[in-house]
């Protein structure tokens, strides 16, 4: 049996090897970190552990006891959304929005580490997360928006 948070809420995991974006979905009933691919390479699973961007699909419970994870659903402050979240709102940098959960998880990790991202490190950044409907552009400029936003417009 091993703990974990989730969004600032301890879980039992009683199965240590247990799929963590299985156990996020079911037993935490969290939604927002989708199932892609299963493989780790189209960025929808991902999560948040202590702050670094982590594909749930191919992680186990037991590999984050002890690190707090961020889903989605976790970002936003009540109503208030995250600014990232708000920037994918105002930029319209969705279509279908199964892969965004994932983008703007990959986005919050970026400005967690890099306040002042170019739209090459941006581009970087989010190269493994796949997007089926191509708002790539809008995803870019979303990040960007988020980055201005976040460090209070001056870059």
């Given at each position: 049996m091993v703990t974990i948070h989730i969004n600032g809420a301890p879980h039992e995991a009683p199965e240590p090897n247990r799929n963590l974006l299985s156990f996020i979905r079911f037993e935490a009933g969290l939604t927002g970190s989708k199932y892609g691919c299963g493989?780790?390479?189209c960025g929808a699973c991902t999560v948040l552990v202590d702050g670094q961007a982590l594909r749930a699909c191919m992680s186990t419970v037991g590999t984050v006891a002890g690190g707090?994870?961020?889903t989605i659903e976790g970002l936003?402050?009540?109503d208030d959304l995250?600014?990232?979240q708000q920037a994918f709102v105002d930029e319209s940098a969705m279509q279908c929005g199964y892969c965004i959960p994932g983008f703007?998880?990959?986005s919050v990790a970026l400005l967690n580490r890099e306040h002042y991202p170019d739209r090459r490190q941006i581009r970087e950044a989010l190269s493994q997360n796949m997007?089926?409907?191509g708002t790539?552009?809008?995803i870019l400029n979303a990040v960007e928006s988020a980055a201005s936003n976040m460090?209070?417009?001056a870059q």
């Open positions: 493989e780790g390479l707090h994870i961020t936003a402050d009540g995250h600014p990232v703007i998880m990959t997007c089926r409907c790539y552009q809008r460090a209070g417009g």
